[in-house]
């Protein structure tokens, strides 16, 4: 539809961003900082339109005007540095727009519309790339297989449709999931480095060294493709569970964040056999725990513990599900082999066993234990790093018949503790 398509459907078109940077400082003298400059400038309604968006060298700069003769306007600035989440996404085959949508704090999302003719939304993208500030991997990295598991073995039909209906994931190969998005997808950047991909139908996940990297293809004929990226700085939470013992053919991940709306929470399944689990989980702790700390000094080990707990108190706290002190040397040593859930630098500093799960602390995170299903085979292992916490507390016993002690943790997550709203 060209020029009368994006004028009917508010479609943005790029225009001069010394032009557009010359007359806001003419009309608004004091909207932009001495220092900055834009960098990219677009116009709605194909150039037509009075509405405008920037990119500065400090901000996403929108100009929305308002009211009969334009005289009122409004100007958001969302800088670089709070955006949490951002994406692209292609035209389809019958339209006539791309997007670009960014997620920020305190805004659920801000969504733009652009010409699809006369816009490369890859620019746009590898500019957003360039004033995200990007997490820097902390302490110890822990070495990360990139094969594939299990690369030989063929899947049956059945096999393959019950992994399709059950939208599983298998691991792929991660340099050509690289060179895939650097060349005829331009999205990571030049020095990134991809370290797992997977592949679920017609979708790809990659995780590198700078984010997490969501491919959505969509439409009957696959042109409409979102590309989203979560910064490793916007987990504030994540699990790994394992498959069931019996007709259950996934492993599980579930990803925390702190934007709001839609992408709160992040799940994906895993083709049991066909994806390294742990692997995902070291990618995980490398990326989104904090720095090497020493276990605090005075603290008791219970090394050698056996808890002997009995009679009617041991029944009633076996029953409530409150948790006692177990042997933290013995399962820092579980949980550094099997499973390898344990970064090589983190030590558990203190561990406690009600019924079946465990707490732990250790000195990167709080780290639950969750045995699921009758036997407990199926278990999820859920992380919140200490520096993503933003409170706590403690409550003592009361005088009669409470025979529990509360610890509570406040992070930013919608879900821990209750549920969103």
């Given at each position: 539809m060209g020029i009368v398509g994006d004028f009917i459907f508010d479609n943005s078109v790029g225009v001069d961003a010394k032009e557009a940077e010359a007359t806001m400082r003419k009309e608004s003298p004091h909207l932009l900082h001495d220092s900055e400059t834009i960098e990219l400038a677009f116009k709605d309604r194909g150039g037509k339109g009075r509405d405008e968006k920037h990119f500065t060298s400090h901000r996403l700069l929108i100009k929305n005007g308002k009211g009969v003769g334009n005289k009122r306007k409004n100007y958001t600035s969302i800088p670089y540095d709070s955006i949490l989440a951002f994406?692209?996404?292609?035209?389809?085959?019958?339209?006539?727009?791309s997007e670009v949508v960014v997620w920020t704090t305190g805004i659920t999302k801000v969504e733009m519309d652009f010409s699809k003719s006369k816009v490369n939304i890859y620019e746009i993208y590898q500019f957003l790339n360039s004033k995200i500030?990007?997490?820097?991997?902390?302490?110890?990295?822990?070495?990360?297989?990139?094969?594939?598991?299990?690369?030989?073995?063929?899947?049956?039909?059945?096999?393959?449709?019950?992994?399709?209906?059950?939208?599983?994931?298998?691991?792929?190969?991660?340099?050509?999931?690289?060179?895939?998005?650097?060349?005829?997808?331009?999205?990571?950047?030049?020095?990134?480095?991809?370290?797992l991909a997977f592949k679920s139908g017609r979708d790809t996940k990659i995780f590198s060294n700078r984010r997490i990297l969501l491919v959505d293809v969509k439409g009957l004929r696959g042109k409409k493709i979102e590309f989203l990226t979560i910064p490793y700085s916007s987990i504030h939470g994540y699990y790994v569970q394992t498959a069931g013992p019996v007709m259950d053919r996934d492993t599980e991940m579930r990803l925390y964040t702190n934007t709001l709306g839609e992408l709160y929470q992040i799940d994906q399944d895993f083709r049991n056999g066909k994806a390294n689990l742990w692997a995902i989980q070291k990618v995980l702790c490398n990326h989104v725990l904090g720095d090497d700390k020493d276990p605090l000094p005075g603290v008791d080990s219970y090394e050698g513990h056996q808890d002997s707990a009995g009679g009617l108190f041991g029944l009633i706290t076996g029953l409530r599900f409150n948790e006692r002190p177990i042997d933290e040397v013995a399962l820092d040593k579980a949980l550094h082999s099997d499973p390898p859930i344990l970064q090589?630098?983190?030590?558990?500093?203190?561990?406690?066993?009600?019924?079946?799960?465990?707490?732990?602390?250790?000195?990167?995170?709080?780290?639950?234990?969750?045995?699921?299903g009758l036997f407990g085979k199926r278990i999820a292992y859920f992380s919140i790093p200490w520096e993503k916490l933003v409170a706590f507390g403690i409550r003592s016993a009361g005088a009669l018949i409470d025979f529990?002690?509360?610890?509570?943790?406040?992070?930013?997550?919608?879900f821990y503790p209750g549920e969103p709203g």
């Open positions: 994406s692209i996404q292609s035209a389809g085959a019958l339209d006539d727009d500030s990007w997490s820097k991997s902390k302490g110890i990295q822990d070495y990360v297989d990139p094969v594939p598991p299990n690369m030989d073995k063929r899947q049956t039909r059945i096999g393959s449709a019950i992994d399709w209906l059950g939208d599983n994931a298998h691991q792929v190969s991660a340099e050509e999931a690289e060179e895939k998005f650097k060349t005829e997808f331009p999205i990571l950047l030049e020095d990134e480095k991809v370290e090589g630098s983190e030590k558990v500093e203190m561990a406690f066993q009600g019924h079946r799960d465990i707490t732990v602390f250790t000195t990167k995170r709080l780290l639950t234990i969750d045995k699921k529990d002690t509360e610890v509570q943790v406040y992070t930013e997550m919608g």
